[in-house]
T-cell receptor, first 113, second 114 residues
Framework: GDSVTQMEGPVTLSEEAFLTINCTYTATGYPSLFWYVQYPGEGLQLLLK?????DKGSNKGFEATYRKETTSFHLEKGSVQVSDSAVYFC????????????FGQGTELSVKP | SAVISQKPSRDICQRGTSLTIQCQVDSQVTMMFWYRQQPGQSLTLIAT?????????ESGFVIDKFPISRPNLTFSTLTVSNMSPEDSSIYLC???????????FGPGTRLTVL
């Protein structure tokens, strides 16, 4: 079945370090791909998305490129801040099949000053 | 984007009782979903709330345990029935707006069952 796999956390980085959170997916069709973020004590927010191969989603300094050949959607940021500490979820969505989201297990990021 | 509210925001309940969670959206939406996020885990889809008809449940979830209503395009309820401590989770409502292909999530309802 369709699934999403993320790198395990927690990930601990120093401020201004480079961030990569790996995400790979298994799907029979052509899903849209998303990164959601959950800050401590808050709800789930959409961070960025890509709807087709080679699309790059970006927001708040974060980027992810939809790589069909490697079935990946890795999240990157060049310089993380303490305020980026959160749990990050990769997800896929087959809108034309009802819009159900399939989530990865989440990766907790902790950024130290 | 849609503005979604959920009531209650949190509750502590006794084993064997039931709790109904409400989800209200500020605009008409095409799709509404209910998810569960167990402590320290990812989100799992419970069901799709269908307007005017029975909800569509995912594998492992049944209507007797999680009855869902959606009387119109802006409102849905999820009931957690005959609760046990294993039902302690955050329950989230999400919506897909008309003409969009991304989901927006409500703030969640944090349920603790003693």
């Amino acid at each position: 079945g369709d699934s999403v796999t993320q790198m395990e956390g927690p990930v601990t980085l120093s401020e201004e370090a480079f961030l990569t959170i790996n995400c790979t997916y298994t799907a029979t069709g052509y899903p849209s791909l998303f990164w959601y973020v959950q800050y401590p004590g808050e709800g789930l927010q959409l961070l960025l998305k890509a709807t087709k191969a080679d699309d790059k989603g970006s927001n708040k300094g974060f980027e992810a490129t939809y790589r069909k050949e490697t079935t990946s959607f890795h999240l990157e940021k060049g310089s993380v801040q303490v305020s980026d500490s959160a749990v990050y979820f990769c997800a896929l969505d087959f809108y034309n099949q009802g819009g159900k989201l399939i989530f990865g297990q989440g990766t907790e990021l902790s950024v130290k000053p | 984007s849609a503005v979604i509210s959920q009531k209650p925001s949190r509750d502590i309940c006794q084993r064997g009782t039931s709790l109904t969670i409400q989800c209200q959206v500020d605009s008409q939406v095409t799709m509404m979903f209910w998810y569960r996020q167990q402590p320290g885990q990812s989100l799992t889809l419970i069901a799709t709330a269908n307007q005017g008809s029975e909800a569509t449940y995912e594998s492992g979830f049944v209507i007797d345990k999680f009855p869902i209503s959606r009387p119109n395009l802006t409102f849905s309820t999820l009931t957690v029935s005959n609760m046990s401590p294993e039902d302690s989770s955050i329950y989230l409502c999400s919506v897909v707006g008309q003409g969009h292909n991304e989901q927006f999530f409500g703030p969640g309802t944090r349920l603790t069952v003693l």
